[in-house]
């Protein structure tokens, strides 16, 4: 019970932001943390990978990394079903690598209120976390590719870096406190 109310008071105290964005490379345990904060808080789930092609899928399966037009498309996608809980007033999180500034702010401009939340690692963590998964599209292999894809977000001002050797639960705290703080 008690539970409960935190909970809820969490999310009538978050609901200013609207927008959760959860990013990181793969294996930074993007998807994990933002399933359990929209659970948490009681908000609409975006899976970013949901949203690519099947044929992205398989490139990036095979070791391939997609095109920029394929990378383009995605996020489209993305800023279209994030355009649709805006319409709804539907609170998200959203799960997506984010690799990509300008492809940030074109997410930053369908979102509503976004707060982003940059999960990063060192590279044999994230290795490692990519080894042990099962039932994944994206091999070890293409981790290299991400980690040199992925530009900085120090000049974005609404991005929190947070370090993946910390549990979910330590990192939805954090979050859930700088959601709070920020609005």
């Known amino acids: 019970m008690q539970q409960d109310l935190t909970a809820q008071q969490q999310a009538s105290k978050a609901a200013e ?11 930074s345990g993007k998807s994990t943390l933002a399933l359990r904060l929209a659970e948490q808080l009681g908000w609409h789930y975006l899976e970013g990978d949901d949203f690519h092609s099947l044929e992205a899928k398989q490139m990036m399966a095979s070791g ?15 800023c279209a079903a994030l355009q649709d809980c805006v319409a ?3 609170p998200a999180v959203l799960s997506y690598s ?9 997410i930053r401009q369908a979102a509503a209120n976004p707060q ?7 590279a044999e963590l994230l290795a490692q976390r990519l080894a042990q998964r099962q039932n994944h599209f ?6 290299q590719s991400q980690l040199a894809t992925m530009e900085p977000v120090d000049q974005e001002a609404d991005v929190l870096c947070l370090d993946i050797g910390h549990s979910v639960n330590e990192l939805m705290l954090q979050i859930i406190l700088k959601i709070q703080q920020r609005f």
């Open 64 to 78: 391939t990394p997609i095109t920029s037009e394929m990378r383009d498309q995605w996020v489209g996608r993305l």
């Open 138 to 143: 994206m091999p070890v292999s293409m981790l």
């Open 116 to 122: 982003f939340v940059y999960l990063q690692g060192s």
């Open 17 to 27: 932001c609207q927008s959760l964005i959860i990013m990181g490379v793969a294996g």
């Open 88 to 90: 709804k007033q539907l």
């Open 98 to 106: 984010g690799l990509i500034r300008k492809h940030r702010e074109r």
